[in-house]
């Protein structure tokens, strides 16, 4: 019986001995697994990209809106009285503050867009007029200067905090904090500028935005839509994510009793991001699986090449064959060694491929600006589901090479 050692040696000499045809026998295998590898870290890429832009929204966090929730994930106004878009309000605020448990913040918001002028240059950014407890519930934090205080906010100053954005294009070049800009027919004074946070999973700027007192924003910017205590959205932070479904409950039931309204006739909307999170994971994760499933097929068909070029072996080594069974040799010997061969091969493209996959993913994410992500177990898998290609399609030519009669063998020209 041959030795481990001596069965490697002889497939090694084997697969040396015609090296083009090795390398072209294990091309479909290093396709497949470069496709595989390259696919599934694109997806998971895109995964995570879509987690980490929704979670920069804040974490924790239920946005309740005005309007009632569509069949197709949208928000619409609802008619009757109190059921526009005014429904939510400073007392809707207070009251889930005052009477929902296991809340850390609740913050009240007032959205506007009006034009910002300063130094010759104009923006048109998103306004929002907010209470300082923004900043905690957005996970938001102070790039330069501060935030405005709880005093500024109840006296209405005029004074902003500029998203990372708006302060490129208004001051471009210049330090903003100090500075002054003019929006809706005032002058406001600069105090902050807001930290980066990019785009968010919606295709939103979240920088593209300018913080303002929330009576400020209500009294000289909204307007009309501006005036009561109505409110454009509240922002609601839990404690942490455990409890977040049930505040969500809670939050419903408090609104429907200060609304007078019966669940499925709500006239506001509460959005847990949580909730959007875990849907658009498990969108990528499919379209994820797909990539890779399809990917997968080149694999098959490198496992199709590898019993081919087996079979051709067997024929071509049939003298061999019947001389090592002439000397000794035996069946499991010839199994074995045919068998290693195919696996050998198999395994040695899926290494190269591999590595070719690596470089073409990070090729792709870098091209589409995401995170680079390979998971070390699916790196394995890819391995070892190519050697698991060269068992399965090596199976077939070693049976018949180990078949093989001695003596027909060695007749055979």
């Given at each position: 019986m041959m030795r481990t050692s001596d069965l490697i040696a002889s497939a090694a000499r084997a697969l040396r001995s015609n090296p083009l045809r090795s390398a072209l026998t294990a091309l479909g295998v290093i396709i497949g697994v470069a496709s595989v590898v390259a696919m599934v870290a694109l997806g998971s890429g895109a995964q995570a990209q879509v987690e980490r832009s929704i979670a920069s929204l804040g974490s924790n966090l239920l946005i309740v809106v005005p309007g009632a929730q569509r069949s197709g994930g949208g928000v619409r106004a609802q008619a009757g009285a109190g059921g526009g878009w005014d429904a939510l309000t400073l007392g809707d605020a207070e009251a889930i503050a005052a009477q929902v448990e296991n809340v850390a913040v609740v913050a009240p918001s007032q959205r506007a867009r009006t034009q910002v002028i300063a130094g010759g240059l104009n923006w048109n950014p998103q306004v929002e007029g907010v209470t300082p407890a923004y900043l905690e519930a957005r996970d938001w934090r102070i790039a330069q200067g501060r935030m405005f205080d709880e005093t500024e906010e109840r006296q209405a100053r005029r004074v902003i905090v500029l998203g990372a954005t708006v302060a490129n294009e208004l001051f471009?070049?210049?330090?903003?904090v100090g500075q002054t800009a003019r929006m809706a027919g005032g002058a406001y004074e600069v105090i902050g500028v807001l930290e980066s946070k990019g785009q968010s999973g919606f295709g939103m700027d979240q920088d593209d935005i300018v913080l303002a007192p929330l009576t400020t924003v209500k009294r000289r910017v909204s307007g009309r839509r501006g005036r009561g205590d109505s409110v454009s959205q509240i922002s609601v932070k839990a404690v942490n994510e455990g409890v977040l479904s049930a505040?969500?409950?809670?939050v419903e039931t408090l609104l429907r009793q200060r609304h007078r309204t019966r669940e499925g006739e709500d006239d506001f909307t509460v959005q847990n991001l949580s909730s959007i999170t875990q849907t658009a994971a498990q969108t990528t994760q499919v379209f994820t699986y797909l990539l890779g499933g399809i990917s997968a097929v080149s694999l098959l068909v490198g496992g199709?090449?590898?019993?081919?070029?087996?079979?051709?072996?067997?024929t071509e080594r049939t003298r061999e064959i019947g001389l090592r069974k002439a000397l000794g040799a035996r069946q499991s010997d010839i199994l074995h060694q045919f068998g290693l061969?195919?696996?050998?091969?198999?395994?040695?493209?899926?290494?190269?491929?591999?590595?070719?996959?690596v470089a073409g993913a990070w090729l792709m994410t870098s091209l589409f600006n995401l995170p680079l992500v390979i998971s070390p177990l699916n790196a394995g898998m890819a391995i070892a589901f190519s050697g698991a290609v060269g068992v399965v399609f090596g199976a077939?030519?070693?049976?018949?090479?180990a078949r093989l009669d001695p003596i027909e063998a060695l007749r055979r020209e």
């Open positions: 471009p070049n210049v330090d903003p505040v969500q409950q809670d199709i090449g590898i019993m081919n070029i087996m079979l051709v072996s067997v061969e195919a696996v050998t091969l198999s395994v040695a493209g899926g290494i190269i491929g591999l590595t070719i996959g077939y030519p070693a049976w018949r090479a």
